[in-house]
Each structure stands twice: as C-alpha cells, then as structure tokens.
C-alpha cells in the first residue's frame, strides 16, 4: 500500500477502528504516538477511536478490557477479565458466604481476601473490600469455633476414589465419641454446616438404629469429626444401587438420616414459593381460598420439627 493509499484508507474512521482494533486482538500493544504517525491522523483522532473500542467492549458481549500498559507506553487488551468475576458477582457470593457462617474468622477472612484479591480488577478491590469490612468486622462464629476445611479434600478424594474411611465422631447427644467405618458418599452443605453422607461398615444395625432395615445412608456433621483415616481399602456399590446425590439432596433438607418418607400438610402462609423452595420435592395438590394442599418427599424425622417451628400456617400434617 502506498502512502497515498494509507492516507486515504485511515482517514476513514472505521477502517482505522477496526485496523487498532485488529492489532489488539492479536495481542499487540498500540502507543498512541506512533499510530498517528503511521494513519497519518492526530493522536487526539487516535484517542477519540480507543475510546470508541472501550465503549464497545463494555456495552458488548467480550469480557476484554482496553488498558493502558504504563511498562509498555500502549494500549492492550486485557485479556484476564474473561476469567475473572463481575464485581457484582464477587459481591453477592461474599455475602452468600458471610451469611452462611460456615467457618472460623479466620478461615472467613482468608477466603474473603482470596476471592477478592484473585478474582477482581485491582480497580475494584477496595471498593468491594470496603463494603465487606464492617460485616467480617461483626461476623460471629458458630459455637464449635472448629477449623475443618483440611478435612475436606481428603474427604472428597476418598469419595470419588471409593476408599473405605475410619473416624472418630463427636456425637452431639452425651458428649461422647464413637468409632465408625464409613463408605463415603457425598459431601453437602445445609444451613450453617457442612454434612458427609455414607454408609456405615461392621454395626449391629438393630443396635444402633431405630429402624435396621433402613437401607438408606447416614449424615455426619463434618466438624464433628475429630479423627479422620483413608483406608487403602476399597468399596464397591454395584451401579444399579448407586448412589444420586442430587436426588438424594432434594430428599433431604434438614439432615436427619432415616426413612424416605412422604408427608402431607395443608399450608395458609404468606408465601407458598418459600414453602416450595424449602422442599424441592413438594408439590401442590390443591388451593382453594389461599390455602395450599402440598405433598412432599423427605429423608427422616427432621421435617416434623421444621413443621412445628411453621406454626399455625401448617395443618393437617400427616405422614402418608
């Protein structure tokens, strides 16, 4: 291309665009001085079209970001923000977090400044950490005041590798411990805690449960697991028994282990959605005057205390 060519193709303002545009994509950082020496434009146009493409990639679908590299005396690409989270959503799982109160201050802490310091623009950060302060400030720890977060890999790796695991647990009646050998099978949270799901080896299940032909596994608070061993032992659960942890999890809002059982009420409350939020599996039966006939699956007695707990906006309960 001569230059007259030149001259007249990047007077043109979309051709110039979309040759800057071009070069950043290809990773090249662009110094403003020497494209308006090579478009034969001014650095005030040159500056006029970066703004042009930073507001095209803020209002479009990319996750780029223009940035002006001072090391490098140019614009560039950023091309981390497609990996990093929105500010919004750092915010709400913060939040999420927070609220959940899952783990020790400390442990709060550490993931908090991880989260923000590894998954925002530096831009961002003290904004986000600003909004956050007061509530970790405030935050209040369960009662066990118990680190556990060391036991949860070695949990998951036993899981998906199908070993067979010893503990020692903490039982939350008579302040004493049992031993049990465990096949491992889900790891889930609920409602301040993090719970591991098995099946227990070698127990006299007349003894130790209230129903022994209970065929469904058994729920251990993790942070009541003072002692944990990875067996080199294995287990094998034929795949016709396999276990669903997804259908079982719908099952099982309040972890209490027992029966699969199905309940029925009839709910006069504010909100049915939160009724049916609380329990995946429940359905509505019928409504006639705001009062909702509904019908669910659950694991155990849990949901009779929850049921209490609703007042007069549940009656009729039964177990069907």
Known sequence: MDEIQKEKKYHDKINRTLYIYSELLQGNVVEKSKLAEYTGVSEKSIQRDFEDIRNFLQEGETKHQLKYDCHENGYRLDKTAQLMLSTDEVLAVSKILLESRAFSKKEMRSILDKLIGNCISQDDRTAISDML????????????????????????????????????????????????????????????????????????????????????????????????????????????????????????????????????????????????????????????????????????????????????????????
């Open 133 to 320: 302060n007061n509530e970790l400030f405030h935050y209040v720890e369960l009662r066990h005041h118990k680190e556990f977060l060391d036991k949860l890999t070695p949990l998951s790796q036993a899981i998906r590798e199908s070993h067979v695991i010893r503990i020692t647990y903490s039982k939350l009646k008579g302040n004493t411990t049992v031993e049990r050998r465990l096949e491992p099978l889900a790891i889930l949270f609920s409602e301040y805690y993090f719970y591991l799901v098995g099946f227990i080896e070698d127990i006299d299940r007349k003894e130790a449960f209230e129903n022994p032909d209970d065929i469904f596994p058994t729920i251990y608070r993790i942070d009541r697991i003072e002692d944990l061993n990875v067996l080199d032992e294995h287990f094998k659960i034929p795949y016709a028994n396999r276990f669903e942890e997804g259908e079982f999890r719908k099952r099982v809002q309040f972890m209490y282990g027992g029966k699969l059982r199905k309940v029925r009420f009839k709910y006069t409350g504010l909100s049915v959605e939160a009724i049916l939020d609380r329990l995946p599996t429940a359905r509505i039966l019928d409504e006639e005057d705001g009062a909702y006939l509904i019908e669910a699956e659950v694991f155990g007695k849990g949901i009779d205390m929850w049921v209490r707990s609703q007042g007069e906006y549940i009656t009729d309960y039964r177990v069907m």
